[in-house]
């Protein structure tokens, strides 16, 4: 008959088989999980590798940050250039004369980001039209002094933006 050290042993190395058969089988479950993100994360690749493909995808975000910069700097560069750009437009109708039926004559100003720009005056008559136009730096008349007509087409160009 086995002895009772040579039943403690064989229950002993049983457990220790157990222990390990647990243990693989969790690693084995673990390699398993491992196994399908891999084939995911390569899948519809050509049979290519995950070192190829992390690769080509780290490739192609220093690509994307290029473009994103250079877009950027674009979308800069048309922000700053469009503030020359006429951006306010005022239109102001009015009657200059007492004999003159309505308000035929009008102001129109067009000025950029600046308050830069242009004021046309159109001043109807029964003899015609007369056409003025004064050029505008910051909000002032350069060469020539504002009317009070002009200087309230351009305030209300100012407030439109």
């Given at each position: 008959m086995r002895s009772k050290q040579t039943f403690m042993l064989e229950i002993g190395f049983l457990i220790l088989f157990c222990i390990f058969?647990?243990?693989?089988?969790?690693?084995?479950?673990?390699?398993?999980?491992?196994?399908?993100?891999y084939l995911t994360l390569t899948r519809g690749e050509n049979k290519k590798t995950l070192d190829a493909v992390l690769s080509e995808v780290t490739k192609d975000l220093l690509d994307h940050?290029?473009?994103?910069?250079?877009?950027?700097?674009?979308?800069?560069?048309?922000?700053?250039?469009?503030?020359?750009?006429?951006?306010?437009?005022?239109?102001?109708?009015?009657?200059?004369?007492?004999d003159t039926g309505s308000d035929q004559s009008f102001i129109l100003s067009l000025i950029d980001a600046f308050d830069t720009g242009v004021v046309i005056t159109a001043l109807y008559s029964r003899s015609g039209t007369r056409w003025y136009a004064k050029r505008v730096v910051?909000?002032?008349?350069?060469?020539?002094?504002?009317?009070?007509?002009?200087?309230?087409?351009?305030?209300?160009?100012?407030?439109?933006?």
């Open positions: 058969i647990a243990w693989l089988s969790v690693l084995s479950f673990y390699f398993y999980r491992l196994h399908v993100r940050k290029k473009t994103l910069a250079n877009i950027i700097t674009r979308c800069d560069r048309i922000e700053k250039d469009g503030q020359f750009h006429i951006q306010k437009i005022g239109l102001l109708r009015f009657n200059p004369f007492k910051k909000g002032k008349g350069v060469e020539h002094e504002l009317s009070d007509e002009e200087k309230k087409a351009l305030e209300m160009a100012k407030k439109v933006h």
